[in-house]
Structures are given as structure tokens and as C-alpha cells.
């Protein structure tokens, strides 16, 4: 692959994640009433990705690592919306406690997301099931990436970090921030980012090396997948605004609000009006 074709796979990569974040939470922003039809459209998306793997789009060619990159996206995109929407979280929908700690911190934080780690999992066996050829490896190991990536960062934020990044948590998901734990760093950080660092470094060289066209395009999405891994996991520590990302996104919040707003305010006049006495028949 040519240097020119390297930076089309990370551009690919970058805009691939920017977007899709953005879209899911410019949907869970939404009014209540829409979650069902947005719901439904993630489904028929993942249900579609899973029937490309299965088809074998892209067969032996750099096609084929995008199309197994995107279906991957697409299906780790159903377990975000399903999670923000609120639908897939976990038995406990209550803040934690004052005072929990220790063992029964834990059962109560894990206990929030149960349900999303399940269905987490369910989706990298389906990804398994239907992977065929090159398409289907590169999605698998994207998939796989997208959950240690996802786990390093919640147990980081259980663990203690000094940004929590509550401001993007819908309002029907604000318990959850309870459950976080703010502290200047923990002893998991070093080591997630460490990681990552050297997982980065292996896949650069990888893409950078003899390899197939297919391999090296893989690589280099990869690898932008685990650059976003870093830089997500330091934003978790240092002061960075990671919310003006999607500022355009989080409006949606903002009309929702002004709606309910509204829809109360008229609520409560019409209960004033109907306890009046010349209301009354």
C-alpha cells in the first residue's frame, strides 16, 4: 500500500468513528417517543452487516478490510444504542449508594450494565458465526478490539479518573455517573495505555511491512482504532473538552428538553385551569 493509501484507511477510520458516535448521540438525545423507530433502524443495520459477512463481500481484496471494518462498527453500533437508549443496561437502575465500597461497590456498578456485557458478547459470536473469508476476520478482530478498548475504559473510569464525561450520558442515564469514581489516576491506567501503546506499535509495523494489500489495509485501520483508543483513555486524565467533539450532536438534547419543557408547562396550566370553579360543569 502507498503512503496515500495509509492515510485514506486512518481518514476512513477517523470519520467512521466521529460520525457514527455522533449519530448515536444525536438519537438517544431525541424525544422518548422515537427510541422505538431508532431501535428498530440499528437492528436492520446490524442484521444487514452480519448478512455482508456472511456473504463474503470483498473476498481477498482491500475492499473486503473495509467492508469487514464497517460491519463491525455497525454491529458495536446496535449494543451503543441499545445501552443509551436504555433498553439493554442491567437489573440496577439506581444511583449507588452513600458509603458502597469494596466488593458491593463492584456488584452494584456491574449489575447497572449486565445486560449490555451479555449482549456485547452475543454480538462478537455472531460476528464469529458469520465470518467468512477476510471481510469476516478483519470484522471479528475490529469487534474485539471495540470490547477491550471499551472494557479498559470502564474499569478505569470504576477505578477513578478525574473526567467522567457525564455531560454526554443521556438524562435517562444519569445513575450511572454515581457509580464512577473520581480520583487523580488509578494503578490500571499505565498499564491500559502501555498496552495499547505497543498493540499500536505492532500494528503499524504490520501495515508498514510485506504484507498482502488486505493485510495492510486491516492494520491500518486497526491501528487508527487503537490511536482513538489512546486518545480517549488520556481524555479520561487530562482537561480536554471531549464533549465539543460532538457538539453538533448533543443539540438534540437541548430540543428535547426545550419540548418537555414546554409539554409540563402547558400540563401544569391545564391542571390549574380544570381545579378553577368556573371550570367545573
Known amino acids: 500500500m502507498t503512503a496515500a493509501e495509509h492515510g485514506l484507511a486512518v481518514l476512513y477510520a477517523l470519520g467512521l468513528w466521529w460520525a457514527s458516535t455522533g449519530l448515536i448521540l444525536y438519537l438517544d438525545g431525541l ?6 423507530v431508532t431501535l428498530t433502524g440499528a437492528s436492520a443495520a446490524a442484521l444487514a452487516a452480519l448478512a455482508a459477512l456472511a456473504a463474503g463481500f470483498g473476498e481477498d ?3 473486503g478490510a473495509y ?13 451503543e444504542v441499545a445501552f443509551l437508549l436504555g433498553y439493554v443496561t442491567g437489573p440496577n437502575r439506581s444511583p449507588c449508594p452513600p458509603g458502597a465500597a469494596g466488593r458491593r461497590r463492584l456488584k452494584l456498578a456491574v449489575a447497572t450494565i449486565l445486560y449490555h456485557e451479555i449482549a456485547i ?12 473469508g477476510p471481510a469476516g476476520q478483519v470484522a471479528l478482530w475490529t469487534y474485539l478490539l471495540l470490547m477491550a478498548m471499551r472494557l479498559s475504559a470502564k474499569l478505569n473510569v470504576f477505578l477513578g479518573v478525574p473526567n467522567h464525561a457525564e455531560d454526554m450520558l443521556p438524562p435517562h442515564l444519569a445513575y450511572l455517573s454515581s457509580h464512577f469514581r473520581r480520583r487523580p489516576i488509578n494503578p490500571l491506567f499505565p498499564l491500559s495505555v502501555t498496552g495499547a501503546t505497543v498493540l499500536l506499535v505492532v500494528l503499524v509495523m504490520t501495515a508498514s511491512g510485506p504484507a498482502l494489500p488486505v493485510d495492510a489495509a486491516a492494520a491500518t485501520l486497526l491501528a487508527a482504532l487503537v490511536a482513538l483508543a489512546i486518545v480517549e483513555h488520556w481524555m ?15 443539540r438534540s438534547r437541548d430540543h428535547a428538553g426545550a419540548q418537555a419543557a414546554v409539554a409540563a408547562a402547558t400540563a401544569a396550566a391545564r391542571a390549574s385551569v380544570s381545579r378553577e370553579p368556573w371550570s367545573r360543569p
Do not use: K, Q
Open 236 to 250: 479520561l486524565i487530562l482537561p480536554l473538552p471531549a464533549a465539543s467533539l460532538w457538539r453538533w450532536s448533543l
Open 121 to 132: 458478547l452475543a454480538g462478537a459470536g455472531l460476528i464469529a458465526l458469520a465470518a467468512s
Open 31 to 36: 424525544p422518548r417517543r422515537t427510541f422505538p
Open 67 to 79: 467492508v469487514g471494518f464497517t460491519c463491525a462498527i455497525v454491529v458495536w453500533g446496535w449494543n
Open 61 to 63: 481484496s482491500v475492499a
